[in-house]
């Protein structure tokens, strides 16, 4: 009757000639609409991605004030603890060394990792709006790659300087000079920005479905791959490769320099030698276990489990929560960056009056 009706409308003919088709199944001209419905569909999937929902931690409203205030504190004291490192180093002149040269570095890489994810993460909180567009995400993974990835080298590298340093202490400021510093946190960041860039690059060659729901607080690469609506192997061999060179290469560099660290102490005749050389060493092997244990438990959790909840925690651990605790490790066991940081706070109380009072 549909048909019909249509069908005496003399304007209208063709609209029922394609409605019958779409509802009858009819090859032809309503075949030939249908095709061109379905192809937008699919280049709609390839363009229309503008934008991606974050889940977060929790949907829970009664919580998400706490977790604002939470996260907020967590990322002031990872900014100020850090800054606070900068400045000590950089101002005081017994700390113009290649330990606390790389140690600034970290510092600065720190503040860049935690800011690259929870202020946007704060942001959305605030406004209980999920959403965050297509290339504040890619750039989002740009940039967590590049920092994650020079927080890796740096440990490695600061754990070669320790090695030089008790292996070699005669030996030390010819080794480890300034221009051969620079060269290390150079081929470092350049090897991040590559690396961090062909995973760019990768990704852009996928799809997405409108309104892709990424179950985290922030586009991490392989929650990126797992919502892909394509095929993205290429994407997770490179993804996988990069992780197990990379990986390998800082965990065996840390491992051997401190195994010849050890058998360097061991073979040192007064026991305050040892304790003196081995507490060197302390507050990065700290940061180190902090680290690399919070990381392998993102990959061991994410593998062994089908929830994402466990290994959105330990990214929580990685992400936010050592970059806030490494400061107060080299403050609290390193004297001299006590001291540094104490004399940072006389100068600037003798040129500003009220920072006694604070």
């Known amino acids: ?10 304007g209208k003919e063709q609209a029922s000639v394609t409605t019958a088709g779409q509802s009858l199944g009819i090859t032809g001209r309503a075949g030939t609409v ?6 937008y569909m699919g280049a ?3 363009t229309g991605a503008s934008h991606f929902l974050l889940l977060g931690l929790s949907d829970d409203p009664i919580l998400q004030p706490l977790l604002f205030a939470l996260f907020l504190a967590m990322y002031l004291i990872t900014v100020v603890g850090n800054v606070l490192i900068i400045a000590a180093a950089s101002s005081d002149s017994h700390l113009r060394t290649p330990m606390y040269f790389f140690l600034s570095n970290l510092s600065f890489i720190d503040i ?51 090695f030089v340093a008790i292996c070699y202490p005669l030996k030390y400021t010819v080794i480890m000079n300034p221009e051969f510093c620079c060269h290390l946190l150079l081929v470092s960041w350049v090897i991040m920005f590559w690396v961090s860039l062909i995973h760019i690059l990768l990704l852009k060659q996928l799809t997405f479905s409108i309104g892709t729901e990424i179950p985290h607080f922030f586009c991490e690469l392989s929650e990126m791959l797992k919502v892909a609506s394509s095929d993205s192997l290429i994407n997770n061999i490179f993804l996988y490769v990069m992780t197990a060179v990379l990986g390998v290469f800082s965990v065996t560099g840390i491992l051997f320099s401190y195994f010849l660290i050890i058998s360097s102490i061991l ?5 305050v030698s040892r304790y003196k050389a081995f507490s060197t060493c302390g507050s990065h092997l700290c940061v180190v276990s902090l680290f690399y244990g919070t990381g392998f438990g993102v990959y061991l959790s994410s593998s062994t489990t089908l929830s994402t909840q466990s290994s959105t ?25 006590k001291g540094a940081t104490a ?14 009072d604070l």
């Open 313 to 337: 925690v330990a990214s929580v651990m990685y992400n936010v929560v050592t970059p806030m605790l490494n400061p107060f490790i080299y403050s609290l066991r390193n004297n001299e960056v």
């Open 44 to 46: 709609e999937n390839r």
């Open 1 to 10: 009757m549909h048909v019909g009706f249509l069908c005496k409308e003399g």
């Open 343 to 356: 004399r940072l706070f006389s100068r600037a109380a003798s040129c500003h009056p009220w920072i006694i």
């Open 267 to 271: 073979r040192m005749s007064s026991s």
């Open 34 to 39: 249908r095709r061109r419905y379905t192809s």
């Open 112 to 162: 860049w990792l935690t800011s690259s994810t929870v202020p946007k993460m704060l942001v959305n909180i605030q406004t209980k709006d999920k959403g965050i567009s297509y290339i504040q995400c890619l750039t989002q993974v740009y940039f967590f790659n590049i920092f994650l990835g020079m927080d890796s080298f740096l440990l490695t590298v600061m754990a070669f300087d320790r």
